[in-house]
């Protein structure tokens, strides 16, 4: 037991070659202000991004999802569920907006996209494939800097301070994101679990991360997933 204790220690703190994660997931089993993935990518300026995740959780309060930030901002792109509000917040420099009566089951599965553009600074949802309005956030300025990219929590630094209450608990899959707007019918295939163009930051498929904590990989139990 104390090697198996030892060996899931070190896995939880080793850098991983890039991996086909394809009917796999994360599993977020605790609320915790330490454990998180962390997501490896060589880029940093981004014009514009789409991100786009499935998640499954009972949480009936409010929890981050997908947090990048670089050293000039902490929320340079958040997506944040306001499950006390029906709202899910998109953050883009340090800026944010709320879409409004956006309500998520729990205990069921959804996917999410959100996208957003420097050119104009208008940001979009895709919730279980349904549009929401268009929203403006910020303008004229494309992200820079070294990124840290983590799932699971909401960074207030870059990297780090991480809140407990604002922890996810629960499984989290196909995380892809892009340096570009993706297409409403791209956005469309990949809600459906249809062939899509894969993420060119983050590929779920040739995925480079790092866990720390208590975060587990394993088979995704939504037997429909289609690769």
Request: aromatic content about 12%; charged content about 20%.
């Amino acid at each position: 037991m104390e090697k198996l204790s030892l060996l899931m220690v070190m896995f939880a703190t080793c850098y991983a070659a890039p991996q086909d994660l394809s009917g796999k997931e994360f599993v977020f089993p605790k609320e915790t202000n330490t454990a998180h993935v962390k997501l490896l990518t060589n880029k940093n300026k981004f014009n514009s991004v789409t991100a786009c995740l499935r998640f499954f959780t009972d949480l009936s309060r409010d929890y981050s999802l997908f947090s990048l930030a670089t050293p000039s901002h902490s929320n340079d792109f958040l997506i944040f569920i306001m499950n006390s509000k029906d709202e899910i917040e998109v953050s883009a420099l340090n800026k944010h907006t709320n879409f409004l009566a956006v309500s998520l089951e729990r205990n069921a599965s959804h996917s999410l996209c959100a996208t957003w553009t420097s050119k104009t600074g208008v940001a979009q949802l895709w919730v279980d494939g349904k549009p929401t309005v268009k929203r403006f956030i910020y303008s004229g300025q494309p992200i820079t800097g070294r990124p840290i990219t983590i799932l699971g929590q909401d960074q207030d630094s870059h990297g780090g301070r991480f809140d407990a209450k604002q922890s996810f608990i629960g499984m989290l899959s196909d995380v892809h994101m892009w340096d570009y707007v993706l297409s409403p019918s791209e956005i469309q295939l990949y809600a459906n679990y249809m062939n899509f163009t894969p993420g060119n930051v983050f590929n779920w498929k040739a995925l480079e991360f790092q866990i720390t904590g208590l975060i587990l990989v394993e088979e995704n139990q939504e037997s429909r997933i289609k690769q």
